[in-house]
């Protein structure tokens, strides 16, 4: 079952914009900021062969364990480094992401082949590929659709371990079979039907970015503008780290109220913010429902200092971000304290209680 919020006038379906208000006004409201799920936060799994007819867990280890509801994954190489990367399709907040591959270096070499057809549909979607390589013959099919709202790269990625060239042939699909010889390993090539001999496509290195510290979208030496954050009576304030900094560092901490760790450090770091020596500032990654709750156990604790929650909009018209565009909650360990300079620029990312320094 697929939800709509699609709007209908006399029972016939408008056109929609992509995004429409009653989809995100509506819909994402009641599911994502209320901390609801299309699947119960049941995470995504990720398996590695380990060649020996077994599987290795691999989910949390690579970071591929999201909760956001995963509808589709694509397998391509992103960066052209011969390997296979994987993008996932999520449905949750409407996030997708991108996962490097950094283990195919150790396994060998590769192949990367795309298709031309001449008898039939030009991407010879539905041809068969075999590579002969060092475990026997490997059959790969071209396809272009293979998830939920998905569609696979025009191409194919064979693993050759330690092998130096392997033999690849194709079952086009009116069904003739074309042998286009040994490929060097590291090829990446187009092969066209009835050519018999490959053409070589340029490499294109597209390098992918080192990965932020797990939980955060930003790193070190980042500057955090304008935050819109809520009060515990859900007042707006649009939090500027550089403003309030008085000249002094200023320790953005994340917590929750679940959070043994987090409540057991607040009267320290409220001994820290009474001191005078920085600024604390503390926000609460409670569920909104959950709110009050927190705002009373912070209080409860002794700590006076600022405290705001998660749930306010931004308004990029004016250079204000959303706490979203900072940190990845479902990624976030807490407690979590980023120091930040006076121009709050981040100078530290700080996991698990603060000690004393």
């Not at 060092?134 to 092998?163: I, N, Y």
């Not at 939090?239 to 959070?259: E, H, K, P, Q, T």
Request: aromatic share 8%.
């Amino acid at each position: 079952m697929v939800a709509s919020s699609a709007e209908s006038q006399s029972a016939v379906f408008a056109s929609q914009e992509v995004g429409n208000a009653a989809y995100l006004d509506r819909h994402n409201l009641q599911m994502f900021q209320d901390g609801r799920s299309f699947s119960g936060n049941e995470r995504d799994k990720l398996f590695f062969n380990r060649g020996d007819g077994t599987f290795a867990d691999l989910s949390d280890l690579s970071a591929c364990d999201s909760p956001n509801d995963g509808r589709a994954v694509i397998a391509f190489d992103a960066d052209d480094d011969g390997d296979v990367d994987l993008f996932v399709h999520n449905i949750q907040r409407e996030r997708h992401a991108l996962y490097r591959n950094e283990i195919g270096e150790r396994y060998g070499s590769f192949l990367k082949l795309r298709l031309s057809a001449t008898s039939s549909q030009h991407e010879a979607i539905g041809a068969t590929v075999t590579v002969h390589g060092p475990h026997g013959p490997v059959a790969q099919v071209l396809t272009r659709g293979a998830g939920f709202s998905s569609c696979q790269v025009p191409e194919l990625v064979f693993g050759l371990g330690a092998a130096e060239d392997a033999e690849v042939e194709v079952r086009w699909p009116g069904g003739s079979v074309e042998s286009f010889g040994a490929l060097a390993a590291g090829s990446r090539a187009l092969l066209v039907e009835g050519a018999g001999t490959p053409r070589p496509i340029a490499h294109r290195p597209r390098p992918l970015p080192d990965p932020l510290p797990r939980g955060l979208k930003l790193g070190l030496g980042d500057r955090i503008g304008t935050v819109a954050l809520l009060t515990a009576d859900e007042r707006l304030e649009q939090v500027d780290f550089a403003s309030i900094s008085g000249g002094r560092r200023v320790y953005l901490n994340f917590w929750a109220s679940y959070c043994a760790p987090c409540v057991a450090e607040l009267p320290a770091l409220q001994a820290l913010h009474a001191s005078g020596e920085a600024v604390v500032i503390g926000v609460s990654t409670d569920a909104p429902a959950d709110t009050q709750r927190a705002h009373d156990l912070f209080e409860a604790r002794g700590a006076r200092f600022p405290c705001y929650f998660i749930g306010a909009r931004p308004d990029p018209e004016r250079g204000v971000s959303s706490l979203e565009s900072l940190i990845d909650l479902e990624r976030l360990p807490i407690p979590t304290t980023l120091v930040l300079s006076a121009e709050g620029a981040v100078e530290r990312v700080v996991r698990g209680p603060l000690r004393a320094e």
